[in-house]
């Protein structure tokens, strides 16, 4: 088993090397009493002995050891059921390739153990059938028969040459052993006396200082039954010990002398049996005694090798059943790591992986599969830090967009607002926001408006090809009617481009005000022209006119007189009138700069409300002061900003004068106010008129538009122009009460003065 590449833990190598240890040992232990079981098995028959001696141990030892595999393989199949019980990962597949090796193990050891017990069963049976048995008694019957057959004839010629030997003395007799031991072609001949003592001998014995005599019960027999005949060393006998097997026959020698005092002799003739006849006897002997044997331990001979086959086998099995959990895991670990870390990969989990060091295939795939999931890492790591940066340049560029004081709007092909910024909204003055996803031309008061666009972008794309155009350029003039003036005149400049998503880009601005002031600009040259143009003429014209007065009246009659000093009465006045007129557009035209200092503006209105009576309304509709006592110094031009009271409670008591004969007297009301959230100081002058004209009320500040029948319509130009050298924003509107116009109202909003103490 392999320690994993990282994320591992120190203990978890520690047993993996254990159990790869155990498995080694285990294998080792199951191997070396398998190659005992095979040796005890082959020495079986040639060494029950050493079998059985050993037997009982090994059974033993192998009963011990089939144990632990049982309870080894008890404890992987429990935890193998714990984990499918659990529902963890990969129990299935791993139980799966457990059973897959475990009957690949299983099956083949059954199958040969069936077949092995069936033959050997009808082995042992075929050994100790019953011609073998009636072959070994033929065979020991025929070597009895032979060796009796060797006996007797022996005898016969011992007999004979006992005969031979009676007439002789025992001084004579040694010739005659020698004589009689190559006519019977004996190894040995001897005479023995009845006590035993050696009279003669030809042969072996001649030369054996000790030779082996007759026993007493030989002799014995030997009297009585005349001749006794004996095989030796058949049952010693072997084919490496051939000549030591003979057959020996002790023949009473007659006397022919009757006597008491005659001693009896025997002779005694040695002859050995044939080399090949006696290994072959004992063969059949040998044999036939091992047959017996085994004859009798049959059942327990098929025992031993049913008992080694059984023994065999549950190691086979248990080991192949080990061997299936253990490769199944090994084989089941690396798919297991692979299927969990694409579980967690799917889930979005892209930390380390585990990978195994083994050098095969799936070890191979396991790190490479943890290659791919730290590049996907770092993969998406950039993603995030450029999907970060990507926010950021988002958020910058909506910031932007969210500040910029033009409008921009995105449409699609057909002209559908995908995103608009604020400023579209301020400038168009309607909720583009909640028209997203909409047409252009359903937003109420734009048909018109989107209309022209889409005019223009259908012209751009068709010339842009052709011409190499990047953007278009057009102004255009909101809400306004066919006739008369307009309600709501906002002049725009518009440029269109194509995104690269082939969406569409409108950018546009309100000039509005930049017109207003060119106008104003284009009237101050005018009146500037108009002054210099006019003035001139003027003072000759009443001076001509009041010489004529002086030379023709005393040489005119009454009536005369009369109408010359009206005529250049009015002459005098209307030139008076087209100076003051004159003056007024000088005083347009060549406004000076403010001069900008700390000042109080409190102080400013109180100080020009002396000249109307401290407001008390004298000249005048009464003026009603309320002062915010909190409002800090503002910068500003104490001489222009008392101009631009002074017009504007000029234009308000003009105003609710106007309507006194329609039973209205609310007066006139002067306000300032600090405005904390904004920083800034509001002035507010308000009457109880009736109001300005729709028409009028959007170009009230440009030069000559006015609602009074003898009015120039500079007064709120000047202030216009006075307000806009003081940065201040200028604002009128109509007062409205219950849906009904009950005067005007004109604010300047001041900015605080932030000059640091001296």
């Known amino acids: 088993m392999n320690a994993p590449a990282f994320g591992g833990v120190p203990g978890r190598v520690y047993q993996s090397r254990a159990v790869r240890w155990g498995i080694i040992i285990g294998a080792a232990a199951m191997v070396a009493m398998g190659l005992v079981l095979l040796f005890l098995l082959t020495q079986a028959t040639n060494n029950r002995e050493l079998y059985e001696r050993n037997y009982a141990r090994l059974f033993v030892l192998n009963v011990v050891v089939a144990g632990l595999l049982v309870g080894v393989i008890l404890w992987m199949v429990i935890r193998l059921a714990l984990r499918l019980r659990r529902g963890k990962f990969g129990s299935r597949l791993l139980v799966k390739l457990a059973a897959i090796f475990a009957l690949v193990g299983f099956v083949p050891g059954l199958l040969i153990y069936v077949v092995s017990y069936q033959f050997v069963s009808r082995s042992i049976e075929s050994w100790f059938d019953v011609k073998v048995e009636g072959a070994l008694v033929a065979g020991l019957s025929l070597g009895r028969t032979t060796l009796d057959t060797l006996s007797n004839e022996l005898s016969s010629k011992t007999r004979t040459a006992a005969t031979q030997l009676s007439g002789n003395t025992d001084s004579g007799a040694a010739l005659s052993l020698e004589r009689l031991a190559e006519q019977l072609g004996a190894s040995d001949i001897v005479l023995w006396s009845s006590s035993g003592k ?38 010693e006998g072997a084919p490496g010990g051939a000549g030591t097997a003979r057959i020996k026959v002790l023949a009473l020698v007659p006397s022919p002398r009757i006597g008491l005092r005659d001693e009896p002799r025997f002779l005694q003739v040695t002859e050995p049996i044939p080399a090949a006849l006696v290994a072959n006897a004992v063969a059949v002997q040998v044999a036939n005694r091992e047959y017996q044997e085994r004859a ?32 199944g895991n090994q084989l089941a670990r690396p798919l297991l790591l692979l299927a969990e870390g694409v579980k967690q990969v799917a889930a979005g989990d892209l930390t380390p992986k585990m990978a195994l060091q083994g050098r095969d295939e799936l070890g191979g795939l396991t790190r490479s599969f943890a290659d791919m999931t730290r590049q996907l890492a770092d993969a998406r790591k950039a993603v995030e830090t450029s999907m970060v940066q990507l926010d950021g340049a988002r958020a910058n560029l909506q910031t932007i967009l969210d500040n910029l004081t033009a409008g921009v709007i995105v449409l699609d092909a057909d002209g559908v607002v995908i995103s608009s910024n604020p400023g579209a909204t301020r400038i168009l003055r309607a909720p583009l926001a909640a028209f997203e996803g909409r047409p252009l031309a359903g937003i109420p008061g734009l048909d018109a408006f989107a209309g022209s666009v889409l005019a223009q972008f259908e012209s751009f794309l068709g010339e842009r090809l052709q011409h190499g155009l990047d953007h278009w350029q057009q102004s255009f003039e909101l809400n306004a009617p066919s006739q008369g003036m307009p309600k709501d005149a906002i002049t725009l400049v518009a440029r269109g481009a194509l995104l690269p998503d082939n969406t569409r880009l409108l950018v546009f601005d309100d000039i509005s005000e930049i017109v207003s002031a060119q106008r104003a600009q284009a009237w101050g040259e005018v009146a500037r022209r108009l002054a210099h143009e006019i003035k001139n003429p003027l003072t000759p014209i009443q001076l001509s006119a009041e010489r004529l007065e002086m030379k023709l009246a005393s040489k005119l009659a009454e009536p005369d007189q009369a109408m010359l000093s009206k005529s250049v009465k009015t002459i005098v006045d209307q030139v008076d009138a087209m100076k003051r007129l004159v003056n007024e557009f000088r005083d347009y035209a060549r406004l000076p700069a403010a001069e900008l200092h700390p000042l109080d503006l409190n102080a400013l209105v109180m100080d020009v409300l002396h000249l109307y009576g401290n407001g008390t309304g004298d000249e005048g509709s009464p003026i009603r002061v309320e002062l915010d006592a909190d409002s800090p110094l503002i910068r500003g031009d104490a001489q222009q900003l008392r101009q631009v009271i002074h017009n504007l409670l000029q234009n308000a008591q003009d105003a609710t004068d106007a309507r006194k004969g329609e039973g209205e007297d609310g007066g006139v009301r002067i306000r300032t106010q600090w ?32 609602t009074k029948a003898r009015g120039t319509g500079l007064g709120l130009a000047v202030v216009k122009k006075i307000a806009d050298e003081h940065g201040a924003r200028v604002d009128i509107s109509n007062r409205v009460s219950d849906g009904v116009v009950c005067g005007a109202q004109v604010s300047l909003s001041f900015a605080m003065d932030i000059t640091p103490a001296a």
Not at 208 to 232: H, W
Not at 682 to 696: A, K, N, Q
Request: no cysteine; aromatic share 6%.
């Open 675 to 706: 405005v904390k959230s904004s920083g800034r100081v509001r002035l507010s002058v308000m009457d109880h008129g009736t109001g300005f004209p729709e028409h009028i009320l959007k170009r009230a500040f440009e030069p000559y538009v006015t």
């Open 296 to 327: 009798l331990g049959r059942d327990g001979l098929r025992r031993m090798y049913i008992g080694t086959l059984t023994l065999s086998l549950f190691l086979a099995v248990f080991g192949a059943i080990l061997l299936a959990v253990v490769l």
């Open 198 to 235: 050696m009279i003669a001998s030809a042969g072996k014995s001649r030369y054996d200082i000790n030779p082996e005599r007759p026993s007493v019960q030989q002799l014995r027999l030997a009297r009585n039954q005349g001749v006794v005949a004996q095989a030796e060393g058949v049952e």
